[in-house]
Each structure stands twice: as C-alpha cells, then as structure tokens.
C-alpha cells in the first residue's frame, strides 16, 4: 500500500485519534527478515491491537545487509515506505537524510524515558529526532562453544594472539571449525572489522574526528586496517567452515550452539535467535568481546538498537507515533523479554532485566557494568559508513583480495559517501 499525506487525510487522523472514535486503520509495517525481528514485531503489534483494536497491522518482510539498505532508500524516494519500519541508528540513518523523509518523535509521552545518549544516534541536523529504540543495546564480539573450550581447557582470549592461539588448539585435536563464517548472508562478513573498533580507539582516540574531515582513514592507519588484516589472518590459518560461502546467519547461529563451530563472530543481537531456534543448548554458548593487543584494554564495541521509524508522508502520523509511544515503554521491554529473551540493556528508563538471564547475556554485562570496557561503534561517532564494506570483507574473508587493498577500496567507498552528505573537508 502506497500512502500519500495530505493536510485533509492528516487532519482527519488526529480528529479520529484524538476524540478516541478510531475507523479501523491498517499500519502496514516493514522489518527486516530475522527471525526474532519479526516475532518481536508480531509481539508488538498484537499487544498494541489487542489495546486499540480499531488498528491492526500487515507485516511485510525485506533481506538484511546492503540490499535491505537500498530497499530503505527506495522506498523512501519514491513515497512507497511503509507506515512504520525498522532500520539502523546512527550513520546510515543519516544517509535518509532524515529531517526531508521522516517522522520526529520528539512530543510523543514518553519521549523522556528514552537514553539520551541513544537520541544523538537518531537526530536530523535540526537537532529533530527521528526514532524509539526497538531492541537491546548490543555488543559485538565472539560466541564461543563452551564444551569445547572446557575439553581442552581454553581460556578466554583478552588478546587477538590468545584468540588465534586457541583456534590453533582446536584445529589441530578436534574437528570442530575453529571458526564458522556465514557469507550468503554478505553483511555477517564485517564483524572483525567493526567489532574491532573498541581496540581502534585504545590505540586513537581521536580517529573518530579525524576519519569525519578526512585527516585519517583505514588504510594509513594501523589500528583501524587491523580489523582486516585480522580477516585475512583467519581466512590464511584455514580456520573457517568449509561451507562459508553458502552458510547463512542462521547456519552460523547453529554451528556454535550445536558445537559445529568453535566460535561466531556476531552481534549480541543473536541471543534472541539462539532463544528461538536452539533453546535448549542456551547454556553451551558464551560470549566474549573482540580481543585487540592489549589485555589491560580489553572492553567491548556497543552498537546502538535498531530503531523505528516512520516516514513523513504517513496517512496516519498520530496512530503512528502512538505506537511508537508504546514501543518506548516499559510495558513493551517485557513484551520483548517474553518474546525473544534478554539480548542486552535495554535503553529506556523503567526497563529492568529479570533476575535470571542466559549465560551469554551474563558474559556481556560485565562490560557495561564497568567503567571504561565499552565504546561505541565508529558509526555512531561518525556520520560516514561506506555501503560496500560488506562485499570487501566477503573478498578478503574468501581469500579474493588481501586486508591492504580492501581498506584503500574502503576508504574510496567512504569518500563517496561522505561527499554524498555534504561533509566538509571531502
């Protein structure tokens, strides 16, 4: 369904919302197609119905990574966006230029229980903001087969030699893949690179600025090219599944729960996955974050949720940014709790964890808990992020192209994006 906002159309909706006499209304609503974000999306919206049952909504589905990104912007460009959708924080929120194709949500209720530190991430250049968070806070690091570790007593890595060190042991007295890659599903393929980054700050505080008015890139920086040069390093040891090309997130997921794998390097957002598909081997997995070089600075990259949005030519901007209310209540953590289990904190006041969480969310907490063990992810300190990260990691991941080469491309990429934004300096 295509919707057209019109001042009539719009006045009509706050007319009907506002003195409580609802038509029935259909939100369509776009997600992208993992399992636990479409069950916590069809948890949301049942809750949200059953509480105003004048609104029902029609889910449609769309792939992650790359061609998810140029669905967003399509259907934003051509007026064709779904009343809601969900989509990142952060860099590639910018690149939706956000103040043009939006919907703020600055006056909704319970605006003021969302992080503020989480708003910076979902701001036009206004200052307006743009989303609710629809998940955890994430971290991005390793999953790791506990049994496996336990039979040959490994113990966990604080630097990327200990990590390489212990995929050695695995590969040479088990059959077990050191490491499972998952290169069907293209954007799985960056998790070195980005998880990386806590190390990269360890090492340059200031690339962050640097990298925005393009005074430090990838490739003439060291601590920032380790990220593929540590792809490269892996792929050469021989430590991926046979089958990484074909294998797909899911398959992933499967590997390390299954011990198949040994480790998955993946967002903390699979906890939920884990929850669904292989529930009863929750406690064979834990968690731990991208080692660098030092193990005194050992800590972890944070990712900002996912968050949803609207566009700005809805029919029904007030039935949305009620929902959107909903959504940033306490009410809907537990709904998601329930749902898919506990991925990480959550970021909006009121939202408590349940006493018990599965072991793998315990191994990431600690990191939050403790000063100084987290950083943000470069795209939520900058707003450059090149789209074709995710085909040069494939390369260098597969043996195509060497770690150096792909960080200059990378760089080239970044560039073009950044001039595509107006940035000064490029």
């Known amino acids: ?59 449609e589905t ?37 103040d043009r194709t939006l919907l703020p949500v600055d006056e909704i209720e319970n605006f003021g229980l969302i992080n503020e530190a989480y708003v910076s991430t979902v701001q036009g250049e206004s200052g307006a903001t743009y989303g609710v968070p629809y998940e955890t806070a994430q971290g991005g690091g390793i999953y790791y ?20 060190a212990n995929n050695a042991r695995i ?4 059959d077990v893949a050191p490491i499972a890659q998952t290169y069907r599903d293209t954007w799985t393929s960056q998790l070195f690179v980005l998880a990386d980054f806590y190390n990269v700050l360890q090492a340059e505080p200031d690339f962050p600025a640097q990298y925005t008015a393009n005074e430090a890139h990838y490739s003439d920086t060291p601590a920032a090219a380790n990220g593929f040069s540590r792809l490269q390093e892996a792929y050469e040891a021989g430590y991926f599944n046979e089958d990484f090309g074909a294998a797909t997130y899911n ?73 959107r209310n909903f959504v940033a209540s306490p009410e809907a953590c537990d709904i998601i709790t329930d749902t898919i289990g506990v991925t ?24 939050f808990e403790e000063e100084g063990r987290t950083a943000p992810a470069l795209e939520f300190l900058s707003p450059v992020k090149g789209p074709a990260l995710e085909q040069l990691t494939v ?28 940035l000064e300096g490029w």
Not at 70 to 95: V, W
Not at 146 to 155: A, C, D, W
């Open 145 to 164: 087969h506990k049994p496996t570790y336990e039979e040959l007593g490994l113990e966990i890595p604080t630097t990327w030699d200990e990590f390489m």
């Open 344 to 367: 990480g904190p959550y970021l909006i006041s009121g939202c408590d964890l349940p006493d018990e969480v599965p072991g793998m969310v315990a191994d990431l907490l600690p990191y």
């Open 62 to 98: 769309r792939p992650g990574g790359g061609e998810g990104d140029n669905i967003i912007k399509t259907r934003l460009a051509t007026g064709e966006m779904p009343d809601l959708f969900i989509y990142n924080s952060g860099s590639l929120l910018q690149a939706l230029r956000p």
């Open 1 to 59: 369904m295509t919707h057209r906002l019109t001042r009539t159309t719009a006045l009509a909706s706050v007319l009907a919302f506002s003195a409580g006499a609802l038509s029935a209304q259909q939100l369509t609503f776009l997600v992208d197609s993992s399992a636990d974000s479409v069950a916590v999306t069809e948890a949301l919206t049942a809750a949200y119905t059953e509480m105003n049952p004048d609104v029902t909504f029609s889910i």
């Open 251 to 323: 398959d992933g997921v499967a590997m390390v729960a299954t011990g198949e794998a040994a480790h998955y390097p993946m967002l903390t957002f699979a906890v939920g996955v884990f929850q669904q598909n292989h529930p009863d081997l929750m406690e064979d997995v834990g968690f731990f974050a991208q080692p660098g070089d030092d193990p005194e600075a050992n800590g972890l990259t944070v990712w900002m949720p996912t968050s949803l949005y609207a566009p700005a030519d809805t029919e029904y901007p007030e039935i949305v940014n009620d929902f």
């Open 171 to 174: 590969a040479e007295e088990t």
């Open 395 to 422: 390369e260098v991941g597969s043996g195509i192209r060497d770690a150096a080469s792909a960080a200059e491309l990378y760089d080239q990429d970044v560039a073009k994006q950044a001039r595509q934004l107006g």
